[in-house]
C-alpha cells in the first residue's frame, strides 16, 4: 500500500524509510533491511549497496516531524540500486523525493533518477550542485539539458523535490509544492535506460544526506498532483498501519511524528 494520500495512477515505485522492511516497519540496521521495499505494490524492490548500516550510513528516525524513518548517504558509495524500470525512454516520466542536506560542494550529487551504465551517456535525474537543486538529461552525446539551478537546497531542511518529463518533450523541476522551473525543451534522441537508482547517477558523487522517501511515475504529475504530495508530507500516519482502523482526518489539526493528534 503506498503513502495514504499520493496519487497511484501511474505509480511505478514508492520507496519510503517508514516502510523499508517488507512494507510494514522502517527499516534496521541492526537487522541490516539491505532491500527498501516498494510500497506501491509493483515489486519494485530497491537494494541498498556498500551502506554501512549505521546511523551514518543506514537506517535512523524515530517517526517524528523533527526525526523522522530516513535512509543516510556518506557521500562516498551509499546508493540504492533500483533496477531496470526505463521509465523515461518514452519521455513521460516523474522522479520525486524527500531530502535533506547541508552539502554545498562543488560538484554534482544525484537524488534519484535514472542512466545509462553502458556506453550510452543517457541520464535523467534531480540532483544538486553547489547546494542548486536541478532537474537534468544528458543526452547520447553529453549535451545537457537542465531545469532549476536557481535555488540553494543545502540549508539542512527538509525539501519536497519533483522533476517531470513530458508535454511535448518539455521538462519541469518543482520545489516544495511551488514550480522552479518549467517548459525547458528536453533532447531530441530516444533516451536508452538500464538502471534506476537512489543516490547516485552515474559519474555524480554518492548523496550526502537524508532520504526520506522516493518515487518514481511513468506520466508527467500535474502541478495539483504534487501539491497533494507535498502536502502528504515525508511521515507515514500512524493510523494506517496494516489491521489498523483509518480515522477521518478532519478530527486532526496537529501531527506528532507519524501520530495524528486529535483536536481537544
Given at each position: 500500500?503506498?503513502?495514504?494520500g499520493i496519487i497511484?495512477t501511474?505509480?511505478?515505485a514508492e520507496?519510503?524509510a517508514?516502510?523499508a522492511?517488507l512494507?510494514i516497519?522502517?527499516?534496521?540496521?541492526a537487522?541490516?533491511?539491505t532491500?527498501?521495499?516498494d510500497t506501491s505494490g509493483?515489486?519494485?524492490?530497491g537494494?541498498?549497496?556498500?551502506?554501512?548500516f549505521?546511523?551514518?550510513?543506514?537506517?535512523?528516525g524515530?517517526g517524528t516531524?523533527?526525526d523522522p524513518?530516513r535512509?543516510?548517504?556518506?557521500?562516498?558509495s551509499?546508493?540504492v540500486?533500483?533496477?531496470d524500470l526505463?521509465?523515461c525512454?518514452?519521455k513521460s516520466?516523474?522522479y520525486e523525493?524527500?531530502?535533506r542536506?547541508?552539502?554545498?560542494?562543488a560538484?554534482n550529487?544525484?537524488?534519484?533518477?535514472?542512466?545509462?551504465?553502458?556506453?550510452?551517456?543517457?541520464?535523467?535525474h534531480l540532483a544538486?550542485?553547489a547546494?542548486?537543486l536541478?532537474?537534468?538529461?544528458?543526452?547520447?552525446a553529453?549535451?545537457s539539458?537542465l531545469?532549476g539551478?536557481?535555488t540553494i537546497?543545502?540549508?539542512?531542511l527538509?525539501?519536497?523535490?519533483?522533476?517531470t518529463?513530458?508535454?511535448?518533450?518539455k521538462l519541469a523541476l518543482?520545489?516544495?509544492?511551488?514550480?522552479?522551473?518549467?517548459?525547458?525543451?528536453g533532447?531530441a534522441?530516444?533516451p536508452?535506460i538500464?538502471?534506476?537508482?537512489?543516490g547516485?547517477?552515474?559519474s555524480?558523487?554518492?548523496w550526502?544526506?537524508?532520504?526520506?522517501c522516493?518515487?518514481?511515475?511513468s506520466?508527467a504529475?500535474?502541478l495539483t498532483?504534487?501539491?497533494?504530495h507535498?502536502?502528504?508530507?515525508?511521515l507515514w500516519p500512524r493510523?494506517?498501519l496494516?489491521?489498523?482502523?483509518?480515522?477521518p482526518?478532519?478530527r486532526?489539526?496537529?501531527?506528532?511524528g507519524?501520530?495524528?493528534v486529535?483536536?481537544?
Amino acid at each position: 500500500m503506498a503513502q495514504p494520500g499520493i496519487i497511484t495512477t501511474g505509480l511505478v515505485a514508492e520507496w519510503h524509510a517508514a516502510r523499508a522492511h517488507l512494507g510494514i516497519a522502517p527499516g534496521q540496521n541492526a537487522l541490516a533491511s539491505t532491500q527498501l521495499w516498494d510500497t506501491s505494490g509493483n515489486t519494485k524492490h530497491g537494494t541498498l549497496t556498500t551502506f554501512g548500516f549505521t546511523a551514518a550510513s543506514g537506517y535512523t528516525g524515530t517517526g517524528t516531524l523533527a526525526d523522522p524513518h530516513r535512509l543516510v548517504f556518506d557521500g562516498t558509495s551509499d546508493y540504492v540500486d533500483c533496477g531496470d524500470l526505463s521509465l523515461c525512454e518514452d519521455k513521460s516520466c516523474s522522479y520525486e523525493a524527500w531530502f535533506r542536506t547541508t552539502n554545498s560542494a562543488a560538484d554534482n550529487y544525484s537524488i534519484v533518477g535514472e542512466a545509462n551504465t553502458g556506453v550510452s551517456g543517457w541520464v535523467a535525474h534531480l540532483a544538486i550542485y553547489a547546494g542548486y537543486l536541478y532537474a537534468q538529461v544528458v543526452d547520447a552525446a553529453y549535451a545537457s539539458y537542465l531545469a532549476g539551478g536557481i535555488t540553494i537546497v543545502s540549508d539542512g531542511l527538509w525539501h519536497h523535490a519533483v522533476m517531470t518529463w513530458g508535454g511535448s518533450n518539455k521538462l519541469a523541476l518543482y520545489l516544495d509544492g511551488a514550480l522552479n522551473q518549467g517548459d525547458i525543451s528536453g533532447p531530441a534522441g530516444t533516451p536508452v535506460i538500464t538502471t534506476a537508482a537512489i543516490g547516485r547517477a552515474l559519474s555524480s558523487k554518492g548523496w550526502l544526506g537524508d532520504i526520506a522517501c522516493a518515487r518514481m511515475y511513468s506520466s508527467a504529475l500535474s502541478l495539483t498532483e504534487l501539491q497533494q504530495h507535498y502536502a502528504a508530507g515525508y511521515l507515514w500516519p500512524r493510523d494506517f498501519l496494516p489491521g489498523s482502523v483509518a480515522v477521518p482526518s478532519s478530527r486532526y489539526s496537529i501531527i506528532m511524528g507519524d501520530l495524528a493528534v486529535p483536536v481537544s
